[in-house]
């Protein structure tokens, strides 16, 4: 046995279609084993590199056949086969040779893990290869005679929010706290009643597989789990059985796990902030502990002593010995290649850095049959003597320490001694599994899997290719097209599982009706229609209000997260041009936000590509989380809200989907941002689960993702101050309105930005000192005071109001004091500003920037009517509804045009200018009275620049004083006469 360094892979992709959509710029390139990755913010810097055993450039330099297979076109191209015969092959000799082997596959959402792990119609990945030539290799050794019995196991299992479940049995794994994980003293952690399945070809394993998917999709979409925050671990265990020289059956057993991992995108670092628990409980709980692991044995291997956390999470108990342990390891990290997702890719080389360094010790796992036997009942036996005699037999290493022993109290160490019982009575039962097992032929084991049925799916496959059916669409794309039902003539009810009938058609999930649907096919038409008021039912995009026609390709909705699509072969067959649209998960969510009122049409800024794109994933999200609150009657309702940056408080940034979240009860309203929803959303999908499977599913509010503390600040609203009047040393005095994040205006404030010099005095009309051009202010010393005096009109269900505000280059902002129990606050605030160099930046600051002062306070709690709180959620929004109809055409308040506000400022500096041009004029009209006055014939030019450059009154008329002085400027003689006067006019 020998230390063996796990073997780290990584993989660049193409631009997908929303990079390309975005002209994406190029940040990987590779050059043999070495990968270098560019900082799009410093493009000029050298790239950071990064040494694996293999980089494999998969981005271009291949092309398309007809059947769908990618071909390479240049040698740097990595196709699947190159990436199986560096990878795969490995792990296909470990099993042969009996090493236990793992290879997982690590990258954000969208990197192109499963590509590599699984592939894509012909283009197959590692697992599909692995299987199918294991079964190859076992062919040719019966064909040439050999007496080596091989047996062929198959698992898979999915990891999703900590809760393991069986794919391949779904029902085993009731309530969200799924399949228990228990440790065996010899082989580590293992899934409890985890279903291994006998295959005896790659055909079943692709079945087994295909039934796995489709398990994972149909529990996805009715708990509304998202595919990309799973887990999914597919094992084969390959068992060689043979005679050795002494006569005895060796048993070389091999096994192999398959792991592809959930996405590994980084949390928002901003939107995490000063959140509390409820905001990441469990989410990808299981990536950042094996963040740890890998990071501690790094350091392990690097001669530091350090403890490694495998016990912190499911996966990284389950992959120990892959990553520290009897295993012969492989990681392949999956990379994208645009400069959009810099900060997630580089995250991912750096952990696969840290990942090559880690070593294990695999062994080959080789013993004969009867001492394996023998150690099951050694082991069994010692357990049953344990319970019987009422103590406790520690299983791996998961004890209490005798210093943790003694700091327990009594209940404590009862309730320990408890949870260890149980624990060895589940050993007692799965080593007696183990047993029966191990005595049982290979025969009988395949016949009773044949027995128990599953896998399937072929006949299906088959019928749709003539019959009419819907199929699925899921926003992970091998999920889609893995569900399907069939539509033979006649009628088809659609509906829950509680419904008085089995209906024909079986959905269960948020907002499905117990009688939802009705598809009647009548020879060959195909219809749809509600088959109650309740039902939630659209046909692309467009709710079902009476019994409509199908065509091939429509989209249909059923409930809240229902998707699928209809597919109709003779329709198709009998004109096939005009159904040439590709149908994606994409498309369908995009035509129900365009009937929600959204602008889903052709963009071409990257900033409105984004926001769509915002759309399509936050629509259906949205829709989830109000069906749950209705569901589990919390009394909140959900809205989406697209808010501009200055609607933020911000002077810069794109469009973004927020989520304004009300409390039907006491009226309270909160904006979140895109990253605190969808947090909250995945436990609210747990609560919802754990309602729907009769579990405990109330949460403390600390924790409840409903539930906001009624003294959480909110935004009132925003006021833009512009600052072009400040460029000009004009002072500012305004009511400016406050807006909120509709654009409404809800109060007025009083802001001042006036120039004054260093001591702080403020300058007046009196002391003149407005400069023509800004650009006169670079490199002069510039001081202001900004002053917030108060607000009046906010609406009375606000308190605790303060403003606050970022001038300039400002890290932190400047507050008001905070102003209870009224609606008009004095605020009398004032704030002193001092730049003893005024830069180009600054000047260019003022003269086109804009100070965002928002405003904030907390809410008053509004009592709910006796009305309302007799009403349950579903009842309280349809009472809206109604309401909101007979008050369609209500005004809600006056929107504020933020263009006429900068207008409004822009004329202010225009009219000062203008009254300083009117103010020249004068002077210049006065310089000629007097060089008129006292005769003269010419004016000196360093007079006509004093009187032109004069920053006021009083140096103008020191300047205009000269001229009556000035002996040298002649005289226009006793004749003068109007034509004459004018001559000093062609003079000037």
């Not at 086969?81 to 470990?94: A, E, H, P, R």
């Not at 009643?193 to 998917?213: F, H, N, W």
């Not at 049959?369 to 003597?385: A, F, G, S, V, Y």
């Not at 400047?814 to 002193?832: A, L, M, Q, Y």
Request: charged share 30%; net charge negative.
């Amino acid at each position: 046995m020998s230390d063996e360094c796990v073997k780290v892979a990584v993989r660049v992709r193409p631009f997908n279609s929303r990079e390309k959509a975005r002209s994406a710029q190029l940040i990987i390139n590779m050059k043999g084993t070495t990968t270098y990755i560019t900082d799009p913010s410093a493009p000029k810097d050298d790239p950071k590199e990064f040494n694996f055993d293999y980089s494999y450039w998969s981005h271009d330099g291949f092309k398309e056949e007809g059947n769908g297979m990618l071909v390479p076109t240049e040698s740097k191209y990595a196709d699947q086969s190159t990436v199986f015969k560096d990878l795969g092959q490995g792990v296909l000799d470990n099993a042969w040779s009996g090493y236990n082997s793992t290879l997982f596959a690590y990258g954000q959402t969208g990197s192109g893990k499963s590509f590599s792990m699984v592939g894509y119609g012909v283009n197959r990945g590692i697992v599909p290869i692995f299987c199918d030539e294991l079964f190859v290799g076992i062919n040719k050794q019966k064909d040439s005679g050999s007496k080596t019995e091989f047996e062929v196991s198959f698992s898979m299992l999915e990891i999703y929010n900590e809760a393991v479940r069986d794919l391949l049995n779904p029902n085993s794994a009731k309530g969200s706290k799924g399949l228990r994980v228990r440790e065996h003293p010899k082989k580590g952690f293992y899934v409890d009643q985890l279903k291994s399945v006998p295959v005896q070809s790659y055909a079943e394993i692709e079945d087994r597989m295909e039934e796995g998917t489709r398990n994972r999709t149909v529990a996805a979409t009715q708990m509304n789990a998202t595919s990309s925050r799973a887990h999914t671990i597919v094992g084969i265990t390959f068992t060689q059985k043979s005679i050795n020289d002494a006569g005895q059956e060796m048993a070389k057993t091999a096994i192999c796990n398959l792991v592809d991992l959930a996405g590994s995108e980084r949390a928002d670092s901003t939107g995490a902030t000063g959140q509390r628990l409820k905001e990441g409980i469990g989410i990808n709980q299981s990536l950042s502990s094996l963040g740890n692991c890998i990071a501690a044995l790094a350091d392990q291997a690097g001669g530091k002593k350090t403890k490694v956390p495998f016990r912190d999470s499911v996966l990284t108990k389950l992959l120990k010995n892959a990553l520290g342990g009897n295993s012969k390891t492989v990681m392949i990290a999956a990379l994208s290649p645009a400069d959009i997702n810099f900060d997630e890719t580089l995250s991912t080389l750096r952990y696969a850095d840290r990942a090559k360094q880690i070593k294990t010790q695999a062994v080959v796992n080789e013993d004969p049959t009867e001492k394996l036997i023998r150690e099951l009942k050694e082991e069994n036996q010692r357990l049953l003597d344990a319970i019987k005699k009422g103590g406790v037999v520690t299983i791996g290493a998961g004890g209490a320490s005798e210093e943790d022993m003694k700091n327990m109290s009594e209940a404590e160490k009862a309730a320990m001694r408890k949870e260890m019982e149980e624990e060895m009575e589940a050993r007692v039962k799965d080593t007696e599994r183990e047993m029966e097992e191990m005595k049982r032929t290979w025969e009988e084991k395949l016949k009773q899997a044949q027995e128990a049925g599953g896998g399937g799916g072929k006949s299906t496959k088959e019928a749709r290719k003539t019959k009419p059916h819907f199929y699925n669409l899921n926003i992970d794309t091998q999920l889609s097209g893995m569900i399907a039902h069939l539509v033979g003539p006649g009628t088809y009810k659609i509906g829950n599982n509680k419904a008085d009938t089995t209906p024909d058609i079986e959905l269960n999930g948020l907002s499905i009706q117990k009688e939802h649907a009705i598809v009647t096919n009548d020879g060959g038409k195909v219809f749809i229609e509600k088959a109650c008021a309740e039902a939630k039912l659209l046909v692309n995009g467009d709710s079902v209000m009476s019994k409509q026609e199908l065509d091939h390709n429509d989209r249909v909705m059923f409930g809240s997260n229902h998707l699928y699509v209809f597919y109709h072969p003779d329709l198709y067959k009998a004109n096939p041009k005009n159904y040439t649209q590709i149908i994606t998960y994409e498309m369908a969510q995009g035509e129900i936000a365009a009937q929600s009122g959204f602008d889903m049409s052709a963009k071409h800024s990257n900033d409105e590509l984004l926001l769509q794109e915002d759309l399509v994933e936050m629509i259906p999200a949205l829709e989830e989380a109000n069906a749950i609150s209705e569901e589990l009657d919390k009394k909140v309702k959900f809205e989406i809200v697209v808010m501009s940056a200055k609607a933020r408080g911000l002077a810069s940034g794109r469009t973004e989907v927020c989520v304004k979240m009300r409390n039907l009860e006491n009226s309270l309203e909160y904006i979140w941002p895109r990253d605190r929803f969808i947090r909250r959303k995945y436990l609210m999908q747990e609560m919802y689960q754990n309602f729907a499977e009769g579990a405990d599913w109330q949460l403390p509010d600390e924790q409840d993702p409903f539930t906001e503390d009624a003294d959480t600040e909110v935004q009132i609203g925003v006021v833009n101050c512009y600052l072009q009047s400040l460029a000009y040393l004009i002072e500012s005095r305004e009511q400016l309105e406050i807006t909120d994040y509709r654009n409404k205006e809800v109060g007025l404030l009083s802001v001042e930005i006036v120039p004054c010099d260093k001591s702080g005095r403020e300058f007046t009309d009196a002391d003149d000192i407005f400069v023509e051009d800004p650009k006169e202010l670079i490199g002069t010393p510039i001081n202001f005071v900004v002053k917030v005096n108060s607000a009046t009109g906010i609406p009375n269900k606000y308190t605790d109001i303060y403003c606050k505000y970022n001038m300039f280059l400002d890290t932190e902002p400047s507050k008001t004091g905070v102003i209870k129990g009224t609606s008009n606050p004095e605020f009398k605030h004032r704030k002193f500003y001092n730049y003893d160099v005024t830069t180009s930046q600054l000047v260019d600051y003022m003269n086109n920037g804009v100070l965002m002062i928002q405003i904030w306070g907390k809410q008053k709690m509004v009592q709910a009517s006796k009305k309302v709180k007799l009403q349950n959620t579903k009842q309280i929004n349809l009472a809206e509804v109604v309401a909101k109809g007979n008050n369609q055409n209500q005004d809600s308040g006056k929107t504020v045009d933020i263009d006429k506000v900068r207008l409004t400022f822009q004329l202010t500096v225009a009219k000062k200018r203008q009254e300083r041009l009117d103010a020249k004029v004068a002077q210049f009209k006065k310089m000629l009275e007097v060089a008129e006055r006292h005769n003269k014939a010419r004016i000196e030019t360093t007079v006509i620049k004093q009187v032109m450059m004069a920053p006021n009154m009083k140096v103008a008329e020191k300047a205009i004083a000269r001229i009556p002085k000035d002996s040298g400027a002649g005289d226009m003689g006793p004749h003068a006469n109007g034509n004459q006067k004018s001559g000093v006019c062609n003079i000037m």
